[in-house]
């Protein structure tokens, strides 16, 4: 349809993605909602429909070439452009000692963490340099890993670091066909994944602690504001927390 505006969301059937796709889909935005499991993609797209949005739950791993080269040829088709692509979809490891990480752990979080969003950021580009008008936006979710790591997270830490150089590099390749690229780092979002932190979390002083959290809209709408720039502007890094999390200074 001429005019649409086309958003996907990985990672998108729970939590941040889940919440981000709703908030695109309330500014106007046509999503893609992409996850392994159908099912709550479908619950999400159905969610979104029902507050007047437009939604499609896909199922995809983000880690496999063909799948992601699959996702986005449908996209393509189905659309004929591409505007915002939300690297959401992550996944971490036990905490443990990191000599008790097996190669599997740690290949399995790079594959999904890292692997996963210079896929889709491929395929995007791809699309976005030759549509017409060309252009687009990234967002990566970096997380504040990006910046500071958890006790036993090397696997998680290593890859949300990665993410900030995929980040300005992409925003480098991107200038001169207006495909803007930036990055959202998250602290404490209320999800699943961080339903644990009520109970205590590893502290690096060797501690166990709960800690604050903050609602997953919070980053949505944060994500959403990025998206609704024009390509002539670019939120390059933008950190949303839980404000009382022990992040800054000494906890």
């Known amino acids: 349809m001429a005019g649409e505006k086309i958003a996907v969301v990985t990672g998108g059937g729970t939590g941040v993605g889940k919440a981000t796709a709703m908030a695109l889909a309330k500014a106007g935005y046509t999503v893609v909602i992409v996850g392994r499991r159908l099912e709550p993609l479908q619950d ?6 029902a507050a007047g949005g437009k939604a499609k739950g896909v199922s995809a791993d983000v880690g496999d070439p063909k799948a992601v080269a699959a996702l986005f040829a449908g996209i393509e088709k189905d659309y004929g452009r591409l505007d915002v692509l939300f690297n959401n979809a992550g996944m971490g490891t036990p905490a443990v000692p990191m ?25 995007a580009m791809r699309i976005m340099k030759k549509q017409k008008p060309h252009g687009g936006r990234i967002i990566n979710n970096g997380s504040i890993s990006a910046h500071t790591p958890r006790p036993f997270s090397a696997p998680y830490t290593a890859t949300k670091h990665a993410i900030t150089g995929l980040t300005k590099a992409t925003a480098l390749d991107g200038r001169n066909f207006d495909i803007a690229c930036g990055q959202v780092d998250i602290g404490n979002a209320a999800t699943p994944m961080t339903a644990r932190m009520a109970g205590g979390v590893p502290q690096a002083d060797g501690t166990m602690k709960p800690e604050p959290t903050m609602a997953a809209e919070n980053v949505a709408n944060a994500v959403a504001y990025m998206a609704s720039l024009p390509l002539d502007a670019n939120v390059l890094t933008m950190t949303v927390m839980a404000t009382k999390m022990p992040y800054v200074g000494r906890g």
Do not use: D, H, K, M
């Open 99 to 123: 000599e008790e990480l097996t190669y599997e752990q740690w290949s399995a979080c790079v594959a999904v963490n890292l692997t996963g969003p210079f896929l889709c950021t491929q395929q």
């Open 44 to 49: 999400a797209a159905r969610e979104i429909a």
